[in-house]
T-cell receptor
Framework: AQSVTQLGSHVSVSEGALVLLRCNYS??????LFWYVQYPNQGLQLLLK??????LVKGINGFEAEFKKSETSFHLTKPSAHMSDAAEYFC???????????FGKGTSLLVTP | KAGVTQTPRYLIKTRGQQVTLSCSPI?????VSWYQQTPGQGLQFLFE???????NKGNFPGRFSGRQFSNSRSEMNVSTLELGDSALYLC??????????????FGPGTRLTVL
């Protein structure tokens, strides 16, 4: 079954510091991978996705992620954190049907001044 | 264009009651998916509808059901509510439901509290 594991339920960074949110996947087929962000009292917004092709994926708000098959990882990074990046981040993989997403438990990002 | 709308945004029910949640997808989208979000279990897939047909279903008891109308609007129903059903219920719409090809747009959710 396709699944993802997010390492670290809470991550704290200083404003301007590098953001690194970790996600490892398990999939019996080439995976489709996603990162979503959720702000308080809102739904999820897609940051970026990997399907095929280039392994370095650029998304919105300056985020990017690199698909590493050898490490079964899809970590999310941003060079310089902003206060507005404070939110819950979810890594997800499409399930075997291709029509549903299996989400990780989420990582809460705190950005301190 | 308008995003995914969910009504109501907040709901309080008591155990044993039933509840119906509504989701209006983005215009032109024919696939609607439902997810349950709880602090303990995280985000879990409930079911997906496309052209009024349930195409995919998650591992939830039969108390959870849904339907989709000809205009792609969808409802989900939970009968005989239990305390553990308290959650944020998220609806997502996409053009055809294929997660790798078409972005799923999420609504703001309905916060259900069961007392």
């Amino acid at each position: 079954a396709q699944s993802v594991t997010q390492l670290g339920s809470h991550v704290s960074v200083s404003e301007g510091a590098l953001v690194l949110l970790r996600c490892n996947y398990s999939s019996s087929v080439p995976p489709y991978l996603f990162w979503y962000v959720q702000y308080p009292n809102q739904g999820l917004q897609l940051l970026l996705k990997y399907t095929t092709g280039a392994t370095l994926v650029k998304g919105i708000n300056g985020f990017e992620a690199e698909f590493k098959k050898s490490e079964t990882s899809f970590h999310l990074t941003k060079p310089s954190a902003h206060m507005s990046d404070a939110a819950e981040y979810f890594c997800a993989v499409s399930d075997s049907s291709g029509y549903a997403l299996n989400f990780g438990k989420g990582t809460s990002l705190l950005v301190t001044p | 264009k308008a995003g995914v709308t969910q009504t109501p945004r907040y709901l309080i029910k008591t155990r044993g009651q039933q509840v119906t949640l509504s989701c209006s997808p983005i215009s032109g989208h024919r696939s609607v998916s439902w997810y349950q979000q709880t602090p303990g279990q995280g985000l879990q897939f409930l079911f997906e509808y496309f052209s009024e047909t349930q195409r995919n279903k998650g591992n939830f008891p039969g108390r959870f059901s849904g339907r989709q109308f000809s205009n792609s609007r969808s409802e989900m129903n939970v009968s005989t509510l239990e305390l553990g059903d308290s959650a944020l219920y998220l609806c997502a719409s996409s053009f055809d439901g294929r997660a790798g090809y078409n972005e799923q747009f999420f609504g703001p959710g309905t916060r259900l509290t069961v007392l």
